[in-house]
């Protein structure tokens, strides 16, 4: 199992929201490719990085933050926020980035993610972003009337390499990880799942380490790793 260290960008610093929303940002460093290096200098696998200001404008915004984690570090990035057409996924792969990640434009254009499937195997991701188990648009700021299930189970066949299922009631709050929503996903689909929000402790990364079996291939965490309660180190013994 993978753990992913996340780098949420907002106005080019790297913070973690509250809840997904942006008036409660904690900034934890103004050098992301500093922090892109140190988290690989601890032992990272992968980077998870989000473009928020992207994913609520609905296009890259942090384009040169993003531009140099890439030329800092030499393990795989992940990348979603503000990519909702063809040209800007061609743009990030074509830069460097290993997966793309698709939120907002699985729900409203569904097509698109097939298309980018097809030409691009293996490297686009699907973000389904919950609350109360209804997906949220728009950087969290719209709520949708498709459930998470129902729409994980819409790209069952597509090619989607990974499902990264976020609860936005735990992000960022440090009171654990929604394990018995996400394993009920996990048990609804065959795409490997990563999971997201809330994971605050070794505690928890044990917890989803027993969701392996029913498909849960990484975890995210952010905050935790920042303020030092989750070691990189000690997270990839216990994942494996």
Same mark, same amino acid.
């Given at each position: ?23 409660? %940002? =904690? ?8 922090? &892109?290096?140190? +988290? /690989?200098?601890? #032992?990272?696998?992968? @980077? ?92 969290? %700021? =719209? ?8 729409? &994980?189970?819409? +790209? /069952?066949?597509? #090619?989607?390499?990974? @499902? ?77």
């Amino acid at each position: 199992m993978i753990l992913y260290p996340a780098i949420d960008l907002k106005d080019g610093e790297c913070v973690r929201l509250l809840r997904g929303d942006m008036d409660k %940002a =904690t900034v934890f460093s103004r050098n992301p490719a500093k922090q &892109a290096k140190e +988290f /690989e200098k601890q #032992g990272a696998e992968w @980077i998870h990085v989000v473009d928020l200001n992207g994913a609520f404008e609905g296009e890259p915004v942090n384009k040169s933050a993003v531009e140099s984690i890439l030329k800092a570090v030499k393990i795989p990035i992940q990348l979603g926020g503000g990519i909702r057409d063809i040209s800007i996924i061609k743009t990030w792969i074509k830069a460097g980035v290993s997966r793309v990640i698709l939120g907002t434009v699985a729900v409203v254009n569904p097509e698109l993610v097939k298309d980018a499937c097809d030409k691009f195997p293996g490297k686009i991701a699907v973000g389904i972003d919950a609350k109360g188990g209804m997906v949220a648009t728009e950087g969290w %700021a =719209t709520q949708s009337k498709m459930s998470a299930h129902e729409l &994980a189970l819409k +790209f /069952e066949d597509a #090619g989607v390499s990974h @499902i990264i299922y976020t609860d936005i009631e735990r992000d960022g709050a440090m009171e654990g990880p929604d394990i018995e929503g996400t394993r009920a996903l996990a048990r609804k689909i065959s795409t490997p799942i990563i999971a997201s929000g809330g994971i605050a402790s070794i505690q928890d990364l044990k917890l989803i380490k027993q969701l392996e079996e029913y498909g849960v291939s990484g975890a995210i965490s952010g905050r935790a790793i920042y303020d030092g309660k989750i070691k990189i180190k000690e997270a990839l013994e216990i994942l494996g």
